[in-house]
């Protein structure tokens, strides 16, 4: 969630790691469909193959959507209320004050034509109905494509059934599994019609098939069939009519279960509790135990694990293999064994433990050098931190270890635009706890923290008084201290001379017990107040202190943070090139974390200075940027206090939009609100005009209406010739020349010389 310079891209769809089989059918279907429809459903039983159909039809679509493909996938959420945030998250969408996370979204689709793929949407169907049908009505531009086992019945739906595979089809699929697991494998005149008997008892389901294909690692083709075939004999009573494709699933995966080793079955049942993917450190820790079902030690649990892995239970993904999961069928079937072993309990127990320690050693070493990798591992576990919050919340006397663990999160919560979500577990648990305690102060704490966060002032000063007196109620001074800070704060901005006093009495509290989060946190803060108050030397003296207390700590959130505030605070000041320094440094250490409030308003501060040089086509895209991302904070930018900060931004479009002209101005501002964290980051760093690898802003005609020739002397206009040199160079008139470049001003719309350079690195000729 957040700034997303770690996430995809729109348009760039997982890749596909085996090969895809037939569907020619089905894709052609689809297709189709978005030329009737805006909401096209594929349907059909599990593991019948609708998730790798959709992923491909939705590649093949990508030239009608030009603000990309983007992939939802919700398999592993288990709470209709969290589907507006995780899609939200998607789209990298910052916390908006006083805005419902669905409606930011519908906000920021609105003007965009993009298609958004819903993966897995029948344990959450009628929250999927609801979220489909609002995007249909509130954004023209938006398709949706969804997979389910059934429909979702909304109207104007397109429902596309997903078939088993047909016989040929099935063979081939299973003839280049099996290739896969014994080289060489291939259908012959011997082994045809086993081949054939085999597809045709899995019914043509391709995970059956899969399954299927792995067991010839130890067992030949001909024992395969002999076996399956007495299976299914035994499930039937010989009556093969009466199996269902349901049936022939379950039967496959319960095949692959009995040739299992007790362990390896044992193990599934275990990792069946993670809602998400995991590491092999959380299966040691989740899968090993004594309870029913039988005892396996923690040492022993790799060598199970990768006899999962072997038999296809268990799938291997990440850049690096370094994670795991299992299908939603496959976790079903090993959740009802655990279930019916009379061991989920405990399991369940361990579970929740973990993801409370993973919690715990987020803060406490959120000072040092692993909070950036602590924050990438939070993104990859949202899953199971949500599955361990609703275990803690409807186990009994679990609810103060829950609220603990959900404000702990507060940190994550904020740099990865997911505040909503963070408030919600965090008053789910208060609600499940009325006395005061520590949890609840720290839990009241958190919240008031949100409501800064997203510049509602007034819903802060009443949760930090409720926090503060729930604190000393409960014997927590330390957040009793950081109460006070915030609420000396809030009251000097309320116009009360006495609450800087306050605030600064607090400060230098927290300096005589060094408290580490406190200080990292109060100079950035405090440096703000004094910048509202009028105080620029003050508030950059404090910077200074914050800065020296927090270089070399390996800590990013809180650095990050007050580099942000120092370089916006020299540019209000006039010293804009002396802004840029921090503002970079700063936007690096948003980059490690994917902070999406410090990221934006960096670029904010950076296009000023940008600017002030004169470079406008760059101003224009980091505005774009910058401005994109802050309007979703609803005007919860921490400095959106500072009186000059609107004058600032408003006297830099200005400025840029008379020097680009409007159409150009509104072209790459365009650009650079259609950048992901991870581009933004990358042109910054660059120091270029343009980013690269972002397609360049269209004219009238468009850059792809420019001839060859028309792209071959825009290109070389880029390089800086004149249109005599480039007569030279292409061996044309200059009269001809001259009429290139007139044509091209015209098909781009564009004024200048210097604008067509500004496009033609990033035209370049066609092949």
């Given at each position: 969630?957040?700034?997303?310079?770690?996430?995809?891209?729109?348009?760039?769809?997982?890749?596909?790691?085996?090969?895809?089989?037939?569907?020619?059918d089905?894709?052609?279907?689809?297709?189709?469909?978005?030329?009737?429809?805006?909401?096209?459903?594929?349907?059909?039983?599990?593991?019948?193959?609708?998730?790798?159909?959709?992923?491909?039809?939705?590649?093949?679509?990508?030239?009608?959507f030009?603000?990309?493909?983007?992939?939802?996938?919700?398999?592993?959420?288990?709470?209709?209320?969290?589907?507006?945030?995780?899609?939200?998250a998607?789209?990298?969408?910052?916390?908006?004050?006083?805005?419902?996370?669905?409606?930011?979204?519908?906000?920021?689709?609105?003007?965009?034509?993009?298609?958004?793929?819903?993966?897995?949407?029948?344990?959450?169907?009628?929250?999927?109905?609801?979220?489909?049908?609002?995007?249909?009505r509130?954004?023209?531009?938006?398709?949706?494509?969804?997979?389910?086992?059934?429909?979702?019945?909304?109207?104007?739906?397109?429902?596309?059934p997903?078939?088993?595979?047909?016989?040929?089809d099935?063979?081939?699929?299973?003839?280049?599994?099996?290739?896969?697991?014994?080289?060489?494998?291939?259908?012959?005149?011997?082994?045809?019609?086993?081949?054939?008997?085999?597809?045709?008892?899995?019914?043509?389901?391709?995970?059956?098939?899969?399954?299927?294909?792995?067991?010839?690692?130890?067992?030949?083709?001909?024992?395969?069939?002999?076996?399956?075939?007495?299976?299914?004999?035994?499930?039937?009573?010989?009556?093969?009519?009466?199996?269902?494709?349901?049936?022939?699933?379950?039967?496959?995966?319960?095949?692959?279960?009995?040739?299992?080793?007790?362990?390896?079955?044992?193990?599934?049942?275990?990792?069946?509790?993670?809602?998400?993917?995991?590491?092999?450190?959380?299966?040691?820790?989740?899968?090993?135990g004594?309870?029913?079902?039988?005892?396996?030690?923690?040492?022993?649990?790799l060598?199970?694990?990768?006899?999962?892995?072997?038999?296809?239970?268990?799938?291997?993904?990440?850049?690096n293999?370094?994670?795991?999961?299992?299908?939603?069928?496959?976790?079903?079937?090993g959740?009802?064994?655990?279930?019916?072993?009379?061991?989920?309990?405990?399991?369940?127990?361990r579970?929740?433990?973990?993801?409370?320690?993973?919690?715990?050693?987020?803060?406490?070493?959120?000072?040092?050098?692993?909070?950036?990798?602590?924050?990438?591992?939070?993104?990859?576990?949202?899953?199971?931190?949500?599955?361990?919050?609703?275990?803690?919340?409807?186990?009994?006397?679990?609810?103060?270890?829950?609220?603990?663990?959900?404000?702990?999160?507060?940190?994550?919560?904020?740099?990865s635009?997911?505040?909503?979500?963070?408030?919600?577990?965090?008053?789910?648990?208060?609600?499940?706890?009325?006395?005061?305690?520590?949890?609840?102060?720290?839990?009241?704490?958190?919240?008031?923290?949100?409501?800064?966060?997203?510049?509602?002032?007034?819903?802060?000063?009443?949760?930090?008084?409720?926090?503060?007196?729930?604190?000393?109620?409960?014997?927590?001074?330390?957040?009793?201290?950081?109460?006070?800070?915030?609420?000396?704060?809030?009251?000097?901005?309320?116009?009360?001379?006495?609450?800087?006093?306050a605030?600064?009495?607090?400060?230098?509290?927290?300096?005589?017990?060094?408290?580490?989060?406190?200080?990292?946190?109060?100079?950035?803060?405090g440096?703000?107040?004094?910048?509202?108050?009028?105080?620029?030397?003050?508030?950059?003296?404090?910077?200074?202190?914050?800065?020296?207390?927090?270089?070399?700590?390996?800590?990013?959130?809180?650095?990050g943070?007050?580099?942000m505030v120092?370089?916006?605070?020299?540019?209000?000041?006039?010293?804009?090139?002396?802004s840029?320094?921090?503002?970079?440094?700063?936007?690096?250490?948003?980059?490690?974390?994917?902070?999406?409030?410090?990221?934006?308003?960096?670029?904010?501060?950076?296009?000023?200075?940008?600017?002030?040089?004169?470079?406008?086509?760059?101003?224009?895209?980091?505005?774009?940027?910058?401005?994109?991302a802050?309007?979703?904070?609803?005007?919860?930018?921490?400095?959106?206090?500072?009186?000059?900060?609107?004058?600032?931004?408003?006297?830099?479009?200005?400025?840029?939009?008379?020097?680009?002209?409007?159409?150009?101005?509104?072209?790459?501002?365009?650009?650079?609100?259609?950048?992901?964290?991870?581009?933004?980051?990358?042109?910054?760093?660059?120091?270029?005009?343009?980013?690269?690898?972002?397609?360049?802003?269209?004219?009238?005609g468009?850059?792809?209406?420019?001839?060859?020739?028309?792209?071959?002397?825009?290109?070389?206009?880029?390089?800086?010739?004149?249109?005599?040199?480039?007569?030279?160079?292409?061996?044309?008139?200059?009269?001809?020349?001259?009429?290139?470049?007139e044509?091209?001003l015209?098909?781009?719309?564009?004024?200048?010389?210097?604008?067509i350079?500004?496009?033609?690195?990033?035209?370049?000729?066609?092949?």
């Open positions: 969630m957040g700034f997303g310079f770690g996430q995809r891209r729109g348009g760039q769809l997982p890749a596909d790691v085996t090969t895809f089989v037939g569907r020619a089905e894709l052609a279907q689809v297709r189709g469909a978005f030329g009737q429809a805006r909401l096209v459903t594929l349907v059909g039983p599990g593991g019948v193959g609708k998730s790798r159909t959709a992923l491909r039809a939705a590649a093949g679509l990508g030239e009608r030009p603000d990309g493909v983007w992939l939802v996938e919700l398999s592993a959420l288990r709470d209709p209320e969290l589907i507006p945030a995780t899609l939200a998607v789209f990298e969408l910052p916390e908006q004050a006083g805005m419902e996370p669905l409606d930011a979204v519908v906000a920021h689709l609105q003007g965009r034509r993009l298609l958004i793929v819903l993966d897995t949407c029948e344990h959450l169907v009628d929250a999927c109905a609801m979220l489909a049908d609002i995007l249909l509130e954004a023209a531009g938006v398709s949706v494509l969804a997979t389910s086992r059934q429909p979702l019945d909304v109207p104007g739906e397109h429902c596309c997903v078939a088993p595979l047909p016989p040929d099935a063979v081939e699929l299973f003839v280049q599994r099996a290739a896969a697991v014994v080289p060489g494998f291939a259908v012959d005149a011997g082994n045809r019609e086993q081949v054939r008997a085999l597809a045709a008892r899995l019914d043509g389901i391709p995970l059956a098939l899969e399954l299927a294909a792995v067991r010839l690692r130890a067992v030949p083709l001909e024992q395969l069939v002999a076996r399956l075939n007495h299976r299914f004999e035994v499930l039937t009573g010989g009556r093969r009519t009466a199996l269902t494709r349901h049936q022939t699933l379950r039967t496959a995966i319960g095949w692959s279960h009995e040739l299992c080793t007790p362990e390896e079955r044992l193990l599934w049942a275990r990792l069946s509790v993670f809602a998400g993917s995991f590491e092999l450190t959380a299966a040691e820790r989740v899968g090993a004594p309870e029913a079902g039988g005892e396996l030690p923690a040492g022993a649990v060598e199970q694990l990768i006899g999962l892995v072997d038999k296809s239970v268990v799938q291997r993904i990440g850049e293999g370094s994670r795991y999961r299992l299908l939603d069928t496959i976790r079903e079937y959740a009802e064994w655990l279930a019916e072993a009379d061991a989920e309990a405990p399991v369940r127990e579970h929740f433990t973990y993801y409370r320690d993973l919690g715990q050693r987020f803060w406490d070493t959120f000072l040092g050098p692993e909070q950036p990798g602590m924050h990438r591992m939070l993104r990859a576990e949202m899953p199971d931190l949500r599955a361990a919050l609703e275990y803690a919340y409807a186990t009994e006397g679990g609810a103060a270890e829950g609220l603990w663990l959900a404000a702990q999160l507060g940190p994550f919560w904020r740099a635009g997911a505040l909503s979500e963070g408030r919600y577990w965090i008053e789910k648990g208060l609600a499940l706890l009325p006395e005061d305690g520590e949890e609840q102060s720290w839990g009241q704490f958190m919240t008031g923290l949100f409501s800064v966060w997203t510049g509602d002032l007034p819903t802060a000063l009443e949760q930090f008084q409720v926090a503060s007196g729930v604190a000393r109620r409960a014997g927590n001074t330390r957040v009793a201290l950081f109460c006070d800070a915030y609420l000396g704060g809030l009251t000097a901005l309320c116009g009360e001379p006495e609450g800087l006093v605030m600064e009495e607090a400060r230098q509290r927290l300096l005589e017990t060094d408290d580490g989060l406190g200080i990292g946190v109060i100079h950035y803060e440096a703000l107040l004094r910048a509202v108050l009028g105080d620029q030397e003050g508030a950059l003296e404090l910077c200074g202190q914050g800065l020296a207390y927090l270089e070399g700590a390996g800590e990013r959130q809180l650095y943070s007050t580099l120092q370089g916006l605070i020299l540019g209000l000041a006039g010293r804009r090139e002396e840029v320094g921090p503002l970079c440094r700063a936007l690096e250490a948003a980059g490690e974390i994917d902070e999406v409030l410090v990221a934006a308003l960096c670029c904010l501060g950076l296009a000023w200075a940008a600017a002030h040089e004169g470079r406008h086509v760059r101003a224009a895209w980091l505005l774009g940027y910058a401005e994109n802050r309007q979703h904070l609803g005007g919860g930018d921490p400095v959106g206090m500072l009186p000059s900060l609107f004058d600032e931004q408003e006297s830099a479009v200005k400025t840029v939009r008379a020097a680009l002209g409007g159409t150009q101005y509104e072209r790459w501002h365009g650009v650079g609100a259609r950048l992901s964290g991870r581009q933004i980051l990358a042109a910054v760093r660059s120091g270029a005009e343009t980013p690269a690898a972002v397609p360049a802003p269209r004219g009238a468009g850059a792809d209406a420019l001839t060859r020739r028309e792209r071959e002397v825009a290109a070389l206009v880029a390089e800086g010739l004149s249109n005599r040199a480039i007569a030279e160079r292409l061996v044309i008139s200059k009269r001809t020349a001259d009429a290139h470049v044509h091209i015209a098909k781009l719309g564009v004024a200048s010389r210097t604008e350079s500004a496009v033609a690195g990033v035209c370049g000729p066609r092949p």
